[in-house]
């Protein structure tokens, strides 16, 4: 019958991108379940640094890092923590909007911002933007590697020893459940050390090999590296999760569509065939 | 039994190790250290080498690093690796196999190839691969 043939191709059209979203659920769930192993597995690091850290802000070292001192900001650093593939729901948009707000109310304040982006989407979107943005890595895969973005942390922190930022911050989002992601921008330079807590605070210090400068310099190049790092591999889980949902409810969506459609469908065809019936039985009363 | 001291080693990617040992042995810059329970607070840099954890005389835990952060509380060894693994992972043929490439890029002074990551690279691999021989040993 030529009833709603249109109706039909659209019905088989939405279909298909039904197996397509569910393909991709299920793959993205799978992932991550990984994904959030992962991240796991780096929590021990990143703690161990970040005691250390408050270790050292509890001793009385007698030299202090460039690191860890205040100064007038004029200018300030930006590590963006983006996805490589989109169909991951508003995460990134969600994360870009607020660095956005941040970068205007650093703006009133005639303070410059430059980024360093990593991931597709944020290039993608910085580029068209304006923004001065200083390096940039892409392509991680699902499993990056630390060495992956050394040189993207070393162009800030380089920057930020000659005086060029005055302070660095990494924008990431953050891993609440799988249904939730928050958004987050995070100070990392000069590093914060809030948690002192004075009955600790001793009036003794490490002893340093060969020197305090050195090993604080490689100490906290390893800190900043490392929270970058951790920034990464939640974001990674982020989006597994953000997109297992958005594919999720792409699903359930096209199904819905699929329903209505087929009541259409159904109701046009029964239209027809009353109608084809109602003409018959008119044409026979006829003769 | 002897006083033992909390050892943590932790690379970026994964936790390697944590428990109780007696003596800890790390290659710093300067040296070997060895660490036992009550040392004063110590903060260095390791080269690439052999973390040996020695958790009482008759078992000995070697790890293989490639260089990272040591800390020393007096009760707590923390050793920040850069890449860490146990020993028996290292994988043989790959490290003579990096060797190789190291000492050939090293010999090959005509190009301008370069010198310094050679060096590094050749540093570690003889690093795992004795850390693979002295595990076999104790074996």
Redesign the interface.
Known sequence: MAVGKEIRVKIASIKNTQKITRAMEKVATSKMRKTQM?MQ??R??SK??A??IR??SH?KPEYTHSFMMNRPVKRVGVIILSTDRGLCGGLNSNLFRQALRQFLSWGKENIEVQVSVIGQKGCSFFNGFGVKIVAQATKLGNTP??EDIIGVIKVMLDDYREGKIDELYVAYNEFVNTMTQRPKLEQLLPIKCNELAPELAGH???????DAK???D??LV?YV??LV?QGLVENNACEEAARMVAMKSASDNAGKLINELQLIYNKARQAAITQEISEIVGGAAAV | MAMTIHV?I??????IF?GLAELVVAP???GD?GITARH??????LKAGEVRVIIDNKQTLPFFISGG?L?V?PHVV?V?A?RAVRAKDIDEAAAIEARHRAEETLNDRSGKLDYAKAQLELIEAVAQLRTLDRWRKNR
């Open positions: 992962r597995a780096t021990p690091y161990k640094i005691q250390i270790h050292l001793a590697h630390l003794w210090d490490y002893l340093y090999e060969p050195e090993v604080l490689d100490l390893r590296e490392s790092f | 943590d932790v690379s970026s990617e994964e936790k944590s710093a810059t300067e250290v004063a607070p110590l903060l260095t840099r952060i800390e509380q923390s920040l850069d």
